[in-house]
């Protein structure tokens, strides 16, 4: 008798190898972002401190150390470049809480709600500009164009999903360009640098960018998908503010999709923003369940994973690009 085979479980993604790879030059990556958030405006460091100290992943710089580490590149100047890319992200979320009114970001009450809208915008313009001082210390021209050009194609993604913000009409395709602006621009930019900053080919720089923009994609796919399914003490926000906020997102755009009538009448009225309270929301949820639209949105973000991980086969199978790879199925795994 043939003995019956049990798989063996696979084992869950984690960010741990990225993490362990990135470490030493990350510690210098912190030193310089807590150096360059000082000012002789004490409300600056407190601000930014409050949203900086808060326990992000820092996913955005780690792709500029791995990328570094992938290409065998030894000098210092990616830690500068690191910090300059953190900022950008940072000033983003603090003008991004003061246009969506949010209460909560990485678990703690949002900078908005605590400082204020007029000192969370002025010190999100500080903190753009310290990136700015930061790439241009770095001396190199296509460094400064390429996270230049990211921090605009931000700036219009954002507005971009303000002008479809509440629109039910809004299509898969115009969705996936504007988190292909408002995310995956910095993703692709953070990994693009250190190919630059290595003297690598084109072929090697494409590649990174490639890795980076489809990571960002699926990163964004899935914390779309969470809105809708994790709860506020893991997402570190208030659940549903996507919702609320009457934002078109994949789970919403499929749900509506593949909804009867009666379904798409009540989604017409909650992305105008007449449907938001919380059995609302629950109802959101359910018709989302229905319709499987959070495992199509996760299943899209798999493709676009897996097309980050082929972007980066062109180098050489090393520890940097099996935590790479990891890091993209992580961001597909990942609950929060």
């Keep these: 008798m043939t003995a019956e085979i049990v798989p063996l479980p696979r084992k869950t993604p984690t960010l741990d190898p990225m993490l362990a790879l990135t470490a030493p030059g990350m510690n210098s990556v912190n030193a310089v972002i807590l150096d360059r958030m000082q000012s002789e405006i004490p409300l600056i460091p407190a601000l930014a401190g409050h949203l900086i100290s808060g326990g992000g992943k820092r996913l955005r710089p780690m792709l500029t150390l791995a990328g570094a580490e992938?290409?065998?590149?030894?000098?210092?100047?990616?830690?500068?470049?690191?910090?300059?890319?953190?900022?950008?992200?940072?000033?983003?979320?603090?003008?991004?809480?003061?246009?969506?009114?949010?209460?909560?970001?990485?678990?703690?009450?949002?900078?908005?709600?605590?400082?204020?809208?007029p000192a969370t915008v002025l010190v999100g313009d500080f903190l753009f500009s310290r990136s700015f001082e930061l790439m241009t210390e770095d001396?190199?021209?296509?460094?400064?164009?390429?996270?230049?050009?990211?921090?605009?194609?931000?700036?219009?993604g954002e507005v971009d999903q303000l002008t479809a913000q509440r629109r039910i009409e809004t299509s898969e395709e115009r969705y996936l360009s504007i988190i292909g602006a408002k995310t995956a621009a910095l993703f692709a930019a953070a990994s693009r640098i250190a190919a630059v900053v290595a003297e690598c080919s084109e072929r090697e720089e494409q590649a990174l960018d490639d890795y980076g923009r489809n990571l960002g994609v699926a990163f964004q796919l899935v914390d779309d998908a969470i809105d809708y399914d994790s709860d506020a003490a893991q997402m570190g926000k208030d659940r549903g503010d996507d919702f609320r906020e009457g934002k078109m997102t994949l789970p919403v755009i499929l749900a509506y999709a593949r909804g009867s009538e009666e379904e798409r009448k009540f989604w017409q009225a909650a992305?105008?923003?007449?449907?938001?309270?919380?059995a609302d929301l629950e109802q959101a949820i359910a018709l989302i369940a229905k319709h499987g639209a959070l495992e199509a949105t996760r299943d899209r973000a798999r493709h676009f994973a897996e097309r980050a991980i082929d972007a980066i086969s062109i180098f050489?199978?090393?520890?940097?690009?099996?935590?790479?790879?990891?890091?993209a199925l992580f961001a597909v795994a990942r609950g929060y």
Excluded: C, Q
């Design 70 to 117: 992938l290409v065998g590149y030894n000098g210092t100047r990616h830690h500068k470049l690191a910090a300059a890319v953190e900022f950008i992200h940072t000033a983003t979320l603090l003008h991004d809480d003061v246009v969506d009114g949010s209460e909560m970001r990485r678990g703690k009450a949002a900078a908005n709600i605590i400082f204020g809208n």
């Design 271 to 278: 992305i105008l923003g007449h449907r938001t309270s919380d």
């Design 139 to 156: 001396g190199s021209l296509k460094v400064l164009k390429i996270l230049s050009n990211a921090s605009a194609v931000i700036a219009e």
């Design 316 to 327: 050489p199978a090393n520890k940097a690009r099996a935590a790479m790879a990891e890091a």
